[in-house]
């Protein structure tokens, strides 16, 4: 039998209340997602209604570092300040007893090889200067450069210790360490990719290690470093403290469900931001007490990129991040009318009518089939 229409009308009303009132809980939850930004105060709370604008910031530093290379790239047909294990030439050492002065050597080979590309380092151990390296892309000048240093250094040519690489070995080597970070570059967005199979947050970490490399690049043309082998292997580091930070504040940020998205990037960014300054703390101390000018180029150019990690990371990626996770978050489904509502509940209960009915036959059946077998036997 179908409901009378009494039942029908008693069963809408109890119906609709129900969905009502799960309407208004759905309304309640998706405003408690955004109340804990009413807890913050002044720099997140600036932060937390602004945070998309603060990709102007690293958008420019970005178009900044890039058009800082182009330039390089433009004017010396180079876009990094090469040393000579990447371009070929001279490294001579002359160790010293009493100590010289570095400027002194400086403006001595300038006025006689104004056309060589020389650069001039004082090897210390302890703060005591032990020798006198000088490096040149100019192979044949070898002689006449030790030859020049006999006016500030005493016996230069009986203890002088020479490294050559030539040009074509120079460029082998450099085109290797480009075709290394390419690679780098390449199995890190696939590992991403694979880990967080969503394209957007990916692409975002992806980025930010690329922003990370080309800032930090720019700065060291700016300081006019040399950029050796091992410079090359610091920037393949920078691109691992890169990612790692990045990693966290992706996963905490798109598989935690605790609290609104802003909350867990502040609380990825309490682990993310002490790791960084971490590091940058225990480069520094190696910068200021390492002797080996291989290290304090590693270090450098590891704290340039860390510094501008804390940028990228935090500013840009964690912007990149919120907007995708807040953009695909389940919105509450919009309210609807009562007599649209009703129209709903008239074809649920319709439905559970037609399954009664059936239900009804079916026992109906089995009835008559039983009936059946029992006035046979």
Known sequence: MGLSRRERREQRRKLLKEKRIGQLRAFEQHDNAYESRKQHKGFLKIYDRHYKKFLIITITLLVLALA???YKWATT????????SLKGGIVMTFPVEQ???????????????????????SIEEFGVQKAVMVSTDNIQSEKEVIA??????????ENASTETTGESLGGGFFKQTMIAILISFIFMAV????????????????????????EALAVVNLLELKISTAGI????????????????????????????VFDRILSAAKTGILMTITAIIAVTIALIFTSSETIKEIMIIMLIGLSFDLINTWLQNAAILRSYAEGRKAKPAPAITDDEMIEELDEEIGQQEAE???QELEELKQDSVQAGEGSEK
């Open 68 to 70: 800082s290379i182009g």
């Open 77 to 84: 047909g180079d876009f990094m300040n090469r040393g000579v």
């Open 99 to 121: 100590p010289v002065s570095i400027d002194e050597i400086k403006i001595l080979l300038k006025t006689r090889f104004p056309g060589d590309d020389l650069e001039v380092r």
């Open 148 to 157: 020049a240093l006999e006016e500030k250094i005493p016996g230069a040519k």
């Open 191 to 214: 590992v991403v990719l694979f880990s967080f199979r969503t394209f957007i947050p990916s692409m975002a970490v992806v980025l930010c290690a690329f922003a990370n490399i080309v």
């Open 233 to 260: 292997a610091s920037f393949l580091m920078l691109i691992g403290y890169s990612v790692d930070t990045d990693i966290l504040l992706t996963s905490r940020v798109l598989k935690s469900k605790e609290g609104s």
């Open 356 to 358: 009664e009915k059936e």
